[in-house]
């Protein structure tokens, strides 16, 4: 399964289909208001939070025509796809998609601005339905990416819809899907509902019970994290890792080092492209390598970016913000929502040549990192640069992703299925990395601004990352 721009959701001709979720009643649940009707009983994540207030304040600062015109615009979706053989089945394709949205709480939310805060209502599973759209027939392969790229962009922060499902149904073959705000899901979880659909689909079409593992509830978790830093403050000992790296250069968003070509403050359309760095075996012998050195394969890929930034030019000390799962054991894994908290990382990359040193820094900075999983992002920010609790990115921010899909459910039918995932960012201030290892390999996804500079830095830092983790695999040497 890669991760692939938005773009690269190309499917042949057929007839289009399209739901979006309602709530069959039309009314608020009982269920979501308090006990004295005043406001929701459960509460957004922190993460959702923050989402919904940057997108405010890019909506804030639109000119006339509604774009924006300050602040950087933030990447609002994710969307997935996947393949089914053969005649379709409509009335088993619309039941297992109404069976995923059931099956998952986070898909049954209802966002909207309450007393200046984020509030949301949760509409039950029997009070859910799917509002189905006959597009029609698509006839050109031309028109077939014209409509997907509108499809695309068919969800909304700050209105809804949150998620939007369709299918392309030929004679002989279907392509289903999907596009969620980035408030309702993140990157794994798109694996999970590929996962999901096709799954209930099979058993549907066949009249058999849909088996799945039981999820976790995305809102559960928020309270959770609530819970466990309901007591901080900002001098709590648990935000000492994120007061250290605040006080060092760059604050709590380092700067990418290398040069873009951007002005202050300027935002820009962005190209997104995914590179393959390493083939199954190539990605294998660099685990092993790593390994072999007492850190991970996850820690291996990010000390060679570390290596290759300095090479292009970068500093010697790596600071970098990255995304990490809170997904536990158990039912998480199954579970849609956005199981994820940012957290700072820095170590020294001055000696590049020296493989195990470097390496062993990176594994001594990524286990530090770790004892801070539990300290919200939001919440650190809150506390130590309140400037930043609810704004978008100030700038151009070193920013490192990975993600292993070959662990994700259903990766065993990936290429059956021909799953892909797609990242959308219309316009960005920077350059994201989202590495991520699929059983064909090690590769990039990255979106970054569109510069003539930028053009020429991601690529010379395309070929040096290749050429740092070939190292790596061939020899144990960056």
Same mark, same amino acid.
Request: charge should be neutral; hydrophobic fraction near 40%.
């Given at each position: 399964?890669?991760?692939?721009?938005?773009?690269?959701?190309?499917?042949?001709?057929?007839?289009?289909?399209?739901?979006?979720?309602?709530?069959?009643?039309?009314?608020?649940?009982?269920?979501?208001?308090?006990?004295?009707?005043?406001?929701?009983?459960?509460?957004?994540?922190?993460?959702?939070?923050?989402?919904?207030?940057?997108?405010?304040?890019?909506?804030?600062?639109?000119?006339?025509?509604?774009?924006?015109?300050?602040?950087?615009?933030?990447?609002?979706? $994710?969307?997935?796809?996947?393949?089914?053989?053969?005649?379709?089945?409509?009335?088993?394709?619309?039941?297992?998609?109404?069976?995923?949205?059931?099956?998952?709480?986070?898909?049954?939310?209802?966002?909207?601005?309450?007393?200046?805060?984020?509030?949301?209502?949760?509409?039950?599973?029997?009070?859910?339905?799917?509002?189905?759209?006959?597009?029609?027939?698509?006839?050109?392969?031309?028109?077939?990416?014209?409509?997907?790229?509108?499809?695309?962009?068919?969800?909304?922060?700050?209105?809804?819809?949150?998620?939007?499902?369709?299918?392309?149904?030929?004679?002989?073959?279907?392509?289903?899907?999907?596009?969620?705000?980035?408030?309702?899901?993140?990157?794994?979880?798109?694996?999970?509902?590929?996962?999901?659909?096709?799954?209930?689909?099979?058993?549907?079409?066949?009249?058999?019970?849909?088996?799945?593992?039981?999820?976790?509830?995305?809102?559960?978790? !928020?309270?959770?994290?609530?819970?466990?830093?309901?007591?901080?403050?900002?001098?709590?000992?648990?935000?000492?890792?994120?007061?250290?790296?605040?006080?060092?250069?760059?604050?709590?968003?380092?700067?990418?080092?290398?040069?873009?070509?951007?002005?202050?403050?300027?935002?820009?359309?962005?190209?997104?492209?995914?590179?393959?760095?390493?083939?199954?075996?190539?990605?294998? !012998?660099?685990?092993?390598?790593?390994? !072999?050195?007492?850190?991970?394969?996850?820690?291996?890929?990010?000390?060679?970016?570390?290596?290759?930034?300095?090479?292009?030019?970068?500093?010697?000390?790596?600071?970098?913000?990255?995304?990490?799962?809170?997904?536990?054991?158990?039912?998480?894994?199954?579970?849609?929502?956005?199981?994820?908290?940012?957290?700072?990382?820095?170590?020294?990359?001055?000696?590049?040549?020296?493989?195990?040193?470097?390496?062993?820094?990176?594994?001594?900075?990524?286990?530090?990192?770790?004892?801070?999983?539990?300290?919200?992002?939001?919440?650190?920010?809150?506390?130590?640069?309140?400037?930043?609790?609810?704004?978008?990115?100030?700038?151009?921010?070193? $920013?490192?992703?990975?993600?292993? $899909?070959?662990?994700?459910?259903?990766?065993?039918?990936?290429?059956?299925?021909?799953?892909?995932?797609?990242?959308?960012?219309?316009?960005?201030?920077?350059?994201?990395?989202?590495?991520?290892?699929?059983?064909?390999?090690?590769?990039?996804?990255?979106?970054?601004?569109?510069?003539?500079?930028?053009?020429?830095?991601?690529?010379?830092?395309?070929?040096?990352?290749?050429?740092?983790?070939?190292?790596?695999?061939?020899?144990?040497? $960056?």
């Amino acid at each position: 399964m890669l991760q692939l721009p938005s773009t690269d959701l190309v499917v042949a001709p057929g007839h289009a289909i399209e739901w979006t979720v309602r709530s069959a009643t039309g009314a608020v649940p009982a269920q979501a208001a308090g006990p004295d009707g005043a406001g929701p009983r459960r509460r957004p994540s922190y993460n959702q939070e923050f989402h919904f207030g940057a997108a405010r304040q890019s909506a804030r600062a639109s000119g006339p025509s509604g774009r924006p015109v300050a602040g950087p615009s933030r990447s609002d979706s $994710f969307a997935a796809s996947f393949e089914i053989e053969g005649p379709l089945d409509a009335g088993a394709l619309e039941e297992a998609l109404l069976h995923f949205v059931r099956r998952h709480e986070v898909l049954r939310c209802v966002f909207r601005e309450h007393g200046g805060a984020l509030a949301l209502d949760v509409v039950g599973p029997r009070d859910v339905k799917l509002e189905r759209a006959e597009v029609g027939r698509i006839d050109s392969p031309e028109r077939a990416r014209h409509y997907l790229r509108g499809f695309l962009r068919g969800t909304d922060t700050l209105r809804g819809p949150w998620l939007v499902m369709g299918a392309m149904v030929r004679d002989d073959s279907t392509t289903v899907y999907l596009a969620c705000d980035h408030i309702v899901t993140d990157g794994m979880s798109m694996t999970v509902a590929v996962h999901d659909i096709a799954t209930a689909y099979a058993a549907l079409r066949e009249g058999r019970h849909v088996a799945l593992p039981e999820p976790a509830g995305a809102l559960e978790h !928020a309270e959770r994290e609530r819970r466990s830093s309901r007591s901080l403050a900002a001098g709590d000992e648990r935000l000492g890792h994120w007061r250290r790296f605040i006080t060092g250069e760059g604050g709590p968003f380092p700067p990418f080092p290398l040069d873009l070509g951007t002005r202050p403050g300027g935002v820009y359309d962005a190209v997104n492209e995914t590179d393959t760095l390493l083939t199954a075996a190539g990605a294998d !012998a660099m685990e092993a390598h790593c390994r !072999a050195a007492g850190a991970t394969f996850a820690t291996g890929v990010l000390a060679a970016v570390a290596v290759s930034l300095r090479r292009e030019g970068g500093p010697d000390v790596y600071r970098g913000l990255l995304p990490v799962s809170t997904r536990g054991r158990g039912a998480d894994p199954h579970s849609m929502g956005w199981f994820v908290n940012i957290l700072p990382i820095e170590f020294p990359v001055a000696d590049e040549h020296d493989f195990d040193g470097v390496l062993a820094g990176a594994q001594a900075a990524s286990t530090r990192m770790a004892r801070s999983l539990d300290v919200p992002f939001t919440e650190a920010l809150r506390l130590l640069a309140p400037e930043y609790r609810s704004a978008p990115w100030p700038a151009a921010v070193n $920013f490192f992703s990975y993600m292993d $899909f070959r662990k994700a459910p259903g990766a065993a039918s990936h290429g059956a299925w021909r799953a892909n995932f797609y990242t959308s960012v219309p316009r960005t201030n920077g350059v994201l990395l989202w590495l991520h290892r699929t059983g064909a390999g090690l590769h990039l996804n990255c979106a970054f601004v569109d510069t003539p500079r930028a053009r020429r830095t991601k690529a010379a830092l395309v070929r040096t990352l290749a050429a740092t983790v070939e190292g790596i695999a061939l020899r144990g040497a $960056f």
